[in-house]
């Protein structure tokens, strides 16, 4: 459906514009995973057993088998590496559909927002401390393991 429905886009049969860069990902997309676009041979080294395995378009945006391969990846990277082994609570900030477009384009407007955001969410958890949590307190300050990355057109951010 996808395929058949970019092909009328770009043919022209329908009027839509797409920007150059979701253009050149949704092609990568169209031709992720087919043998017939790319392929390796892979080959165990004890049984000699192979198998053929379609390149991937490795998409940030689009393609759900990359994203879900990436997000993997970037989750068992911060739990073995990253993050030190205390709990950890999420907080997802989204934006109202309307705002989506702006804050995907005015990168200052949505750093502003979400430090907003964030301060906020800190002074909820130093008045709910039993005492201010000072960085004089201690060598390192106190401990923050968030990060914020933008999903989609600035939807969200994740802390």
């Not at 092909?7 to 087919?34: M, Q, S």
């Not at 879900?68 to 205390?86: F, H, K, Q, S, Y």
């Not at 477009?101 to 909820?124: K, M, N, P, Y």
């Not at 060598?139 to 951010?157: D, N, Y």
Request: with cysteine; aromatic share 8%; proline share 6%.
């Amino acid at each position: 459906m996808v395929e058949s429905t970019y092909g009328a886009i770009d043919d022209g049969a329908i009027a839509v514009r797409i920007p150059k860069h979701a253009k050149k990902e949704l092609e990568a997309y169209l031709d992720c995973g087919l043998l017939c676009r790319g392929l390796a041979r892979l080959r165990c080294e004890r049984c000699e057993e192979s198998r053929l395995v379609a390149f991937s378009c490795k998409g940030r945006g689009f393609c759900p088998s990359c994203l879900g391969r990436r997000m993997c990846a970037t989750a068992a990277n911060l739990i073995e590496d990253v993050l030190p082994e205390v709990a950890h609570r999420p907080w997802v900030l989204t934006f109202p559909f309307p705002w989506r477009r702006r804050l995907a384009q005015d990168g200052a407007l949505f750093g502003v927002l979400t430090r907003i955001f964030v301060e906020s969410v800190e002074r909820f958890y130093e008045k709910r401390a039993a005492r201010r949590v000072h960085p004089k307190a201690s060598p390192s300050g106190p401990l923050r393991t968030w990060g914020l990355p933008a999903l989609g057109e600035g939807a969200s951010v994740l802390l």
